[in-house]
């Protein structure tokens, strides 16, 4: 009967939480920490590799500096040799090719070295990539859950425009809208838009006459939210003859969107933090 007796329901019995968190959830949720736990196991390999490429990377520079030192040694005694020139060519000619063979490696090592760092940034590119769609998965995360909450508290949106609650319109409602109603001068991406609403509530007015909210929903709204808002709130005026209000609905507002907040333009219907806490 209350949300109350819900919370109560789910501490008698802890097996159903998992059941409600996937009917509630969607699909992509439930399996991003399957998904994040399986980038953190890679991401640990790419470590374990990166550690073991610059083990060989620090070898490398230990042979090369063995080379470096081998080389001064063979040029003391090329010195040496020139000077007993008439006495120990032979010696000169073997210490010559040891020169050279100390060479060749010196470039061998210096072009190894230059491969396990071309690897080195290949790996700390690819851990910046997946860092960063971690990000955007945690985004379009918490941007999903607040969805969630805002359409269980579609009631609480509409009675704080001082409306009565009705109904809230479905996918099929919104595209037989658009599809009975005149849509001569709208572009067909704003009218795909405007049937992928986020939430599309009919409410009436205290005079007992229908109208209508276009809610964009975000965990921070911000200008593209506030743009959707409005121009949804002026298609439903449009298509229905009614009055129709925007509402953006999240739990913190872009500093760039207030004055539009501030103006009537659009109203911001705040997100409890504790609403969003999946239990």
């Not at 159903?16 to 399957?34: F, G, I």
């Not at 030192?69 to 040029?75: I, N, R, S």
């Not at 067909?188 to 909210?213: N, P, W």
């Not at 743009?227 to 003859?241: D, I």
Request: hydrophobic share 40%.
């Amino acid at each position: 009967d209350s949300l109350q007796d819900l919370i109560r329901a789910l501490d008698e019995h802890p097996e159903w939480v998992d059941e409600l968190r996937a009917r509630l959830l969607p699909r992509e949720v439930l399996e991003l920490p399957r998904i994040l736990a399986n980038f953190i196991a890679a991401t640990d390999k790419r470590f374990e590799a990166i550690e073991t490429r610059l083990d060989h990377l620090e070898r490398g520079q230990a042979r090369m500096q063995d080379d470096i030192a081998l080389l001064k040694d063979g040029q003391a005694r090329m010195q040496d040799d020139i000077a007993l020139l008439k006495g120990g060519q032979a010696q000169l000619r073997d210490d010559v090719t040891l020169l050279k063979d100390g060479q060749a490696q010196l470039r061998d090592d210096v072009t190894l070295l230059k491969d396990g760092q071309a690897r080195i940034q290949d790996d700390m590119a690819l851990l910046k990539g997946g860092q960063a769609r971690i990000r955007e998965d945690m985004g379009l995360l918490k941007g999903g859950h607040a969805r969630n909450v805002a359409e269980r508290q579609a009631v609480l949106i509409v009675e704080d425009l001082g409306l009565e609650y009705v109904r809230t319109l479905n996918f099929e409602d919104i595209t037989n809208m658009v599809r009975t109603h005149d849509t001569s001068g709208l572009g067909a991406s704003d009218l795909r838009s405007f049937r992928l609403a986020d939430l599309i509530l009919e409410a009436k007015e205290q005079a007992g006459t229908t109208c209508y909210v276009a809610v964009e929903i975000s965990f921070t709204v911000n200008g593209r939210d506030t743009r959707r808002a409005l121009r949804n709130a002026e298609y439903l005026s449009r298509f229905t003859g009614r009055q129709a209000y925007a509402v953006v609905a999240g739990v913190h507002v872009d500093e760039r969107i207030r004055e539009h907040i501030a103006a009537g333009e659009v109203t911001w219907y705040r997100l409890d933090r504790n609403s969003l806490e999946v239990a």
